[in-house]
């Protein structure tokens, strides 16, 4: 395994590089696709779920047939990685594996393929950078100066002390706000080099500003995408889109009760 | 392979031979136009990722993929063109797109000459090269001593997953990342630990998995092809041989009699040859006289002489004591019939001889259905029947190709699979019901829960092994399943057939059983023959090493004969076992015959479905090594010229044991085989005749003695504990069985 492990240290970087050069390909935030050991990432490693999270697994297994558990793997993985702060380690994905009776294999898959499972170890706030074209443009580069001189890590590291991960992802969809970065599941949008190192600084105290009325917060005192001027439309609530009655004959549906049912 | 793009076909409504839901591609097989393809196989579900069989249809507007296109639909649409412009030039950029990341290393890879890849690209790519970019670089995974991996050159077909996942059983192969990122491996270091490891070489189309043991040996068109059987098991499964300069290079798996499709073959069918040309192989003679210096190298003439000198001294020499001489020949269940009807002929001809075989077998032989596997491996059988029940047999290592079918038919569905014996995982659903051979007692008695569930199945199958019959209430086994299938009708005899199967574990189990069922050598055969005579490996057998430990804890009295001869007729021998032996029964002379091997013989086999498999001789023994007819004629020959004193029958007589003579069986088994002698067919009854009586059908469960004892598979290692002869000294079996080991136990160390 060690020398699996330096093969990589020593081919990774390089290939970075060398299509950084070219232009040609980006880091795409993919990881390896294959497991490396660390000292707290073997398949020996201790992985449970708390007590809680048992009936949290209970009522997501209860939702699909006895005989399709394997749909449980998604959220079960994302309980898994909210738990252990952030990331998966392999003994979470065979502990997975075991409660949705397939084999760690198909785990493994799922966990790979989604860049939102993150298999190595990440700090305490997960900084993903949109660096895709509209971000780009409003000065997403920037932002990712501003994040690696503050604190002193290059794209893909961590702090020392665990806090901080830097990770230039491709468009996260806030473009009408852009430059964005998510930390962890929050949008922070409308980022300036200064409202950056605030933010930084909050998140440092363990102080992260709280999400705004719409589920993100743009850092220029916008309440949502309305951009710089204010609001220029949508003055009025709009009616709501028109429900086809035909279709709900048994009786309205409460969209909270939807949530409550997708276990939100 | 031949790639015939030369046809088009049209909708013709004649053509309504082929099944509700066969792809495209294999219809057009049917009509003999080879559709290229990678990920599309026969006998794996259908992925369609690798885009190489697309297909024009003409009502379609793109080209279709026709391994994931049912045919019926396609042919009702309009007509198929898989030659026409559109599907070639489809055909060139989808080789394209494949060789973007595949390096041009074929000079130094294994595959060349067998790569599909290449083969296509040479029918279909494109000549000229677009992209300029670098390759992407793939770390290489080490799933175990049998299969090497490149992955660079993967194409991802996913082959080896689904093969893994569907038919292995053991899903540790997968696709891991996504996009460009994406690598086929095991995720977690890992052994791929499955006994059929081997056939994802053959199913790799490129050279990402090949061969481990045999890397850069050969290339594809200097090997001869020679089909011959497969050694390993009770089956016999045809298998094609690769030779080149007299040297078995690869094996792979042959074709099918009856269906003409090849299948899936064990690890140790593959890559267990190695052990036959093994440097512990003997392929020189030696006599050993205990003194300073011994014999090696004699000439076969020398050789005999000396044996039949000692003989002539030893018969004259015991005349004097009026002790009964005889020279003791043990066999083991994996000779061929010709040696064993030669075996038989010489023992009567001369009673000097006596033959045993090293193992006990309590097998019922009365009537061929008895010792058969008689239905498991029928399909329509299997699917007609939704309950299965294995008594102590382990098919996953005891007979791979059993336990393909019994998997088979459990993903389809509305099968029940009821184990009794070990904890294992047979890769397929199954219930465990008790490790306690005692459960069959409930069973017939009607206490058992699964009583009920045995009365509402329809057509049970009941599979067990030869060996449990090896145990010491074999009689009280074989009573229980009688009785089982009398009183709870387990084992319906629909078709006239029986249910009942019994899984042998040598390829000539049922060879013997037909021929007779020969008396197990014991501790009185030490002690009165004045030499023994062991063939094959029937002299490190459980059997005589437990009769070898007794002896030494001075559990027999000492023996009235001195200077014993050993004689071993083999390819190897276990060294510890032989000191052993001559310490304990005073052996004064050893010779040792070097026989040879299996492919370096022609023979006979009965497998355990009941076929007759011949095999001939593929290659010329090595050294000194001669076949076991051969040696025994030569036995023959030289016996003729010494009158043994002790030959106290007449010859061309023919004994029978009273116990013997109501087994029909074995009387009609020796007319079929030794017909020549039986002119003068005289029967003389050595023991006393018992009465003959019809057995008491009433079952009666006191009377019938069951063991408490645990119901233990007997191959517990599936890579070097087997009964053939040379898998133990194979390099490559050992590799395995290390690593299998290693990852079954709890102990790291």
């Not at chain 1, 690696?148 to 020392?160: D, M, Q, R, S, V």
């Not at chain 2, 038989?344 to 309590?362: A, D, P, V």
């Not at chain 2, 007609?384 to 190709?401: F, H, I, M, Q």
């Not at chain 2, 574990?505 to 030499?531: E, H, M, Q, W, Y």
Request: aromatic share 10%.
């Amino acid at each position: 395994m060690m020398s699996a492990a330096r093969l990589l240290a020593r081919r990774l970087p390089s290939a970075a590089n060398r299509a950084n050069a070219a232009g040609q390909l980006r880091s795409m935030g993919h990881a390896q696709s294959f497991h490396i050991n660390t000292p707290d990432n073997t398949p020996e490693t201790y992985f449970d779920f708390t007590e809680e999270n048992y009936q949290y697994v209970n009522k997501v297994l209860s939702k699909y047939p006895a005989n399709y558990k394997q749909s449980a793997i998604i959220p079960l993985l994302d309980l898994a990685q909210r738990q252990h702060g952030g990331w998966l380690p392999v003994a979470a994905m065979d502990k997975v594996a075991s409660i949705v009776e397939a084999a760690p294999s198909r785990v493994y898959e799922v966990a790979s393929f989604y860049t939102m499972f993150n298999r190595t170890k990440v700090g305490k706030y997960f900084i993903q950078l949109c660096g895709t074209t509209p971000c780009m443009i409003c000065g997403s580069e920037d932002i990712k100066k501003t994040i690696e001189k503050h604190l002193g890590i290059k794209n893909g590291e961590t702090t020392k002390d665990g806090m901080f991960t830097l990770l230039e992802v491709e468009c996260l969809g806030a473009c009408a706000n852009a430059p964005m970065v998510q930390l962890n599941d929050d949008y922070y949008e409308c980022l300036t080099p200064k409202t950056m190192v605030e933010l930084l600084e909050a998140c440092k105290e363990g102080k992260p500003p709280a999400m705004g009325k719409w589920g993100s917060l743009p850092m220029n005192g916008q309440v949502s995408c309305e951009g710089p001027l204010g609001k220029t439309s949508l003055w009025e609530v709009p009616e709501p889109p028109k429900v086809n009655v035909e279709r709900f004959k048994d009786g309205a549906v409460d969209p909270a009760s939807v949530k409550a049912h997708m276990s939100y | 392979m031949k790639f015939n793009y030369d046809l088009e076909f049209k909708n013709n409504s004649n053509n309504n031979f082929w099944k509700q839901n066969t792809p495209l591609i294999e219809y057009c097989e049917t009509l003999g136009i080879n559709v290229p393809h990678y990920c599309y196989h026969k006998n794996l579900s259908i992925s369609g990722n690798c885009r190489m069989c697309l297909v024009e249809l003409k009502n379609s507007p793109k080209p279709i993929v026709s391994c994931a296109m049912n045919a019926k639909s396609c042919l009702a649409n309009g007509d198929i063109h898989t030659n026409s412009s559109l599907v070639k030039k489809a055909r060139e950029n989808v080789l394209e797109f494949l060789l973007l990341n595949h390096p041009l290393d074929c000079p130094i890879c294994d595959q060349g000459g067998e790569c599909d890849l290449q083969d296509q690209s040479l029918f279909f790519g494109l000549a000229k090269k677009r992209f300029y970019s670098f390759k992407r670089v793939v770390l290489d995974k080490n799933i175990g001593p049998i299969v090497k991996t490149v992955m660079t050159r993967c194409i991802h077909c996913t082959r080896c997953v689904r093969f893994a996942a569907e038919i292995a059983g053991i899903e540790d192969i997968g696709m891991f990342g996504r996009g460009l990122h994406s690598e086929i491996g095991t995720y977690v270091e890992k052994v791929f630990q499955s006994e059929l490891s081997g056939n994802v070489i053959d199913l790799c189309p490129v050279g990402a998995l090949t061969s481990k043991p045999y890397p850069f040996v050969n290339r594809n068109w200097e090997l001869k092809n020679i089909t011959s059987i497969d050694f390993s098991d009770g089956f016999g499964t045809p298998i094609q041989l690769f030779l080149k300069n007299n040297q078995v290079i690869k094996i792979l798996p042959g074709y099918e009699k009856a269906t003409y499709k090849t299948n899936w073959i064990s690890d140790k069918t593959r890559f267990s040859f190695d052990g036959m040309f093994s440097p512990e192989r003997i392929i020189y003679s030696f006599l050993d006289n205990n003194q300073k210096e011994s014999f090696l190298n004699l000439s076969w003439q020398k050789l005999f002489k000396e044996l039949f000198c000692t003989l002539y001294f030893q018969s004259h020499l015991l005349k004097h004591y009026f002790h009964p001489c005889s020279i003791t020949i043990c066999l083991n269940k994996n000779i061929s019939l010709e040696v064993l009807n030669l075996l038989h002929i010489l023992t009567h001809k001369h009673s000097f001889f006596k033959l045993r075989q090293s193992e006990s077998s309590n097998l019922n032989i009365d009537l061929e259905e008895n010792f058969l596997l008689n239905s498991s491996l029928d399909e329509a059988k299997l699917a007609a029947s939704d309950t299965c029940v294995l008594l102590g047999v382990n098919p996953r290592y005891e007979g791979p190709k059993l336990n393909l079918k019994l998997k088979s038919r459990c993903l389809k569905g509305n099968f029940k699979t009821i184990t009794i014996g070990s904890l294992f995982n047979l890769t397929f659903s199954n219930i465990t019901l008790s490790s306690n051979i005692q459960i069959l007692k409930s069973l017939v008695e009607g206490n058992n829960l699964f009583c009920q569930e045995f009365i509402n199945s329809s057509n049970p199958v009941l599979i067990s092994n030869a060996e449990i019959f090896r145990r010491g209430d074999a009689y009280g086994i074989s009573s229980m399943i009688k009785s089982l299938i009398k009183h709870i009708n387990l084992y319906s005899q629909t078709n006239g057939r029986n249910h009942l199967n019994i899984l042998s574990s040598t390829l000539n189990d049922v060879g013997f059983a037909n021929f007779d069922n020969l008396r197990t050598i014991k501790n009185k055969d030490f002690r009165n023959s004045a030499g023994i005579y062991f063939i094959n490996s029937s002299f490190s057998t459980s059997n005589v090493k437990k009769l070898l430990n007794l002896k030494l804890l001075n559990f027999f009295q000492s023996y009235k004969h001195k200077n014993k001869l050993l004689v071993t007729q083999g390819s190897s021998l276990e060294m510890s076992q032989l000191t052993n032996f001559k310490k304990s029964f005073d052996v004064t002379n050893h010779l040792h015959l070097p026989n040879t091997v299996f492919f370096e013989n022609s023979g006979t086999y009965i497998n355990t479905e009941g076929d007759i498999n011949k095999v001939i001789k593929v290659i010329t023994p090595l050294g000194q090594a001669k076949s076991d007819w051969q040696i025994i004629r030569k036995v023959f020959s030289y016996s003729k010229k010494i009158v043994f004193l002790t030959n106290f029958l007449k010859n061309s007589k023919i004994v029978f044991n009273s116990k013997n003579i109501h087994q029909f069986k074995s009387y009609v088994g020796f007319q079929y085989y030794a017909v020549s002698n039986l002119n003068n067919l005289t029967f003389q009854f050595v023991e006393k005749v018992t009465k003959f009586h019809l057995e008491n059908l009433k079952f009666k469960p006191a009377q019938k003695k069951l063991f408490k004892s645990q119901l233990r598979f007997w191959l517990s290692d599936f890579y070097i504990d087997g009964k053939d002869i040379n898998s133990k000294y194979s390099s490559t079996m050992i590799q395995c069985s290390k690593l299998s080991r290693l990852n079954n136990t709890n102990f790291k160390f």
